[in-house]
């Protein structure tokens, strides 16, 4: 887990910052809630796999009150879990808003449009943009099916990577026209395993993922449509492998819902969206349409999304139908710095720093801290007298771009010097002429 | 632990935006550190206590592998724990600071300023005011002796809560008052337990207090000096206690350090403070001025704070000394809930619904969306054709203060509806008309 020093989170914020102005401009409020959530509620959805990745927290106090003998005995850390732990941390934002929905559904108005960003953690093997503890930026409709909302979202997410400078691709897919590929090949029951083998499609390639099918039990018939959709370079709703999905009743409504989307998206935001019959999302719970923004020449994916019909059902609260995506600011992060998308000018910053000469004129300096700081100007006084070298140092480390120097002589004159740090260039003026000189060099608000 | 509406978010973040702009222009930088930390560095300082307050985070995969046979077999919590846990959830944000000093102590400028602003976790019972995840915000400057720190620290906690709206006194004292009165009684030995004591004068009261010393050992000279200090209702550094308190070389000393701040503080600013020679902080590190937050008519406080010499020490650097305040969000937010004192306006909502009335016009609508959200209105449009009765009502419950109602008559005369929701209004209006009253009426920057 990572620490994030000031130029790091200053930079982190401006992605979150953008964000969450898009987010709001679409109607989106924020929640929050808590990191730890119970076992029950956050195993509720995954299988053992996504047990492996919770933090659990131990239960206060004596936690092995509840322990029982023998699976302490057997050193059974399977059985012995629900004893002594009930807590985890969010390993995503999606569980704690099913749950959050079905707790306050009664204050809630719906359609529900939530937006969330905070800390998930997952115990995985760190590896290269890829952290324990990482921040997700979400935003979710729940309780509409109307595509609508898709392509708002889809919208959000152009809106957000102009702003930030991102050039990237929406690739857009529908779950259904998965479950029609199945369908087609006689395998219904196995849309999970399909779906899992597909998604690993852009890190092993084609051979591969026909390889796996064929040990997983699928047929010649579904190695044909993957291959069919693998080398789809151009039109993909137009072409044969299409017209094969439309047979079934779910590939025919798939493809209209992509074909719905499409009509209603703005011109701008189209030439973003590449439809991908090939994307598969690894996660369960989609069940319509499904998003991942790829940037050329950075493998994984900065934000997705998708359609999912039944939430909130493991929580008692059946038939809410939702769609939702999700930023990954780490990666953003990262991308920024790749390609150097960062703005230069930096507002959060110390503007001034004023010189602590000697003691007899600490006091009448450090009242001008005060006259500056009343301005809105940043401004920092060094707190020592410190030698002229070493306060200036301190300037120039923490990129300070002026200083004040005021000694007795300056004070009593009234003319002050300042110096701009980046050019070296000293003037001598009084207070009120150095504010308006710090306020217009900086642009201060 | 709580979950957070949109209204409570806004407000919070209303909260935690007054304290980071207040905390830059005054020169700190914030750094943000993991949720998780090794428990060997959360323990280093806390004694049993603190330690009773940590949540453990159980180690990943079969975490009873290093377990000891024996130790489950006695079902002893505290001896296995350290074989089944590594990490805990950190309980402030000193901890962290000095840890993230210590290992970055190369790349950092001294004195070096942070602010951070994160929640924190305590395995408390949860009671009023008090919560087992709630957020703080600490300004700290390290490696810095210099009273100037605390003197801009008391004037970041007025700035602050001015800027609030909440009335307050910063209740200043200093830690070397303490170790005078147990130097003049000859218990120099027993200065922890004498702070632990006396920091419960508020709730328990003066005989209470008095009782609590003479079980912990204390004699008549302690139970003078503190009925002398609680008694003291005026000017406190020139009363007789005090004179008696500089009799040590530390009351001496501390007595300056009071006179000093007091010095120079500005005058609006001094008048908030009162000198407390009974403020006695719970936490051992503080080692000079120490403040904290009161105001009227709520018992605990809104902030607090003080100086300590060796909180990296435990970490392997010893010598420096630093000064730092902390805000609680959690008290601030509930005494501006309690004093109404949150801004009226509130920016951050949905600024206008159009409404979505049948198939023909929705793509056409839904175009005018775009153009409402490029001027930047915070704009939705509803996602199906529900009943106008219910969309109504959608825009009621999330106090959208504008509806825009235009079916295929009004698209095709250009001549919107523009409903105000508060006084009910209607208008007829072409688009660019509606976007101009739109942001006239909203103030929208």
């Known amino acids: ?22 987010f709001e401009l679409y109607g989106f409020m924020p929640i929050e809630t808590p990191v730890m959530e119970n076992l029950t ?26 322990a029982e003998q023998q699976h302490l005995e057997e050193k059974n850390y399977k059985s012995l879990l629900p004893n002594i732990s ?7 934002l999606t569980v704690p808003l099913a749950r959050y929905v079905v707790m306050h559904q009664n204050e809630l108005t719906f359609p529900f449009k939530r937006y969330q960003i905070q800390p998930v953690w997952r115990a995985d093997r760190p590896q290269k943009g890829r952290y324990r503890e990482f921040w997700q930026c979400d935003a979710d409709v729940l309780g509409s099916d109307s595509l609508l909302n898709e392509v708002e979202l889809i919208q959000i997410f152009a809106k957000v990577f102009k702003q930030l400078g991102i050039e990237m691709n929406i690739h857009l897919n529908t779950r259904k026209l998965l479950v029609a590929m199945v369908e087609l090949s006689g395998k219904q029951d196995k849309l999970t395993s399909f779906t899992v083998i597909l998604d690993k499609l ?7 993922v026909i390889e796996l099918l064929n040990e997983a039990g699928f047929n010649a018939k579904t190695f044909d449509l993957v291959k069919a959709i693998a080398n789809n370079s151009s ?19 798939g493809l209209q819902e992509l074909n719905k989307i499409l009509s209603l998206i703005d011109d701008e935001t189209k030439q973003q969206v590449k439809i991908d019959a090939t994307l598969a999302r690894g996660l369960d719970y ?20 998708g359609r999912y019909d039944n939430l909130t059902g493991n929580f008692g609260l059946p038939g809410v139908s939702g769609v939702g995506i999700s930023f990954g600011l780490d990666r953003i992060y990262d991308v920024m710095k790749d390609q150097n998308l960062f703005p230069t000018s930096n507002t959060n910053i110390t503007q001034v720093l004023l010189i602590n000469f000697d003691k007899e004129t600490e006091q009448q300096v450090f009242q001008l801290t005060t006259q500056l700081r009343q301005t809105g100007l940043k401004t920092e006084f060094y707190p020592t007298q410190a030698k002229l070298k070493k306060q200036m140092k301190y300037a120039n480390d923490k990129n300070i771009p002026f200083v004040i120097l005021a000694g007795s002589r300056e004070l009593e004159s009234g003319k002050l010097t300042l ?27």
Not at 53 to 65: H, Q, T
Request: glycine share 12%.
């Open 86 to 92: 009930e807590k985890g941390l969010r390993y995503d």
């Open 286 to 305: 989609y069940t319509g349409p499904i998003f991942e923004i790829k940037a050329a020449g950075f493998s994984g994916s900065l934000g997705s999304g």
């Open 41 to 66: 509620t956050l195993n509720g959805k995954g299988g053992e796999e996504s047990d492996k990745l919770l933090f659990k927290v131990l239960n206060s106090g004596d936690y092995l009150k509840k």
């Open 419 to 445: 110096k701009n740090m980046q050019n070296g260039e000293q003037q001598e003026a009084d207070i009120k002429t150095i504010i308006s000189i710090l306020k217009d060099s900086i642009g201060n608000e």
């Open 235 to 253: 039109d993909f709703l137009n072409s044969e492998v299409a017209k094969q999905l439309a047979q079934t009743e779910t590939g025919k409504v």
């Open 202 to 208: 852009d890190k092993i390639g084609i051979d591969k």
């Open 1 to 22: 887990m990572r620490d994030f020093g000031p130029e790091q989170v200053q930079k982190r914020q401006y992605i979150i910052n953008t964000i969450k102005s898009v």
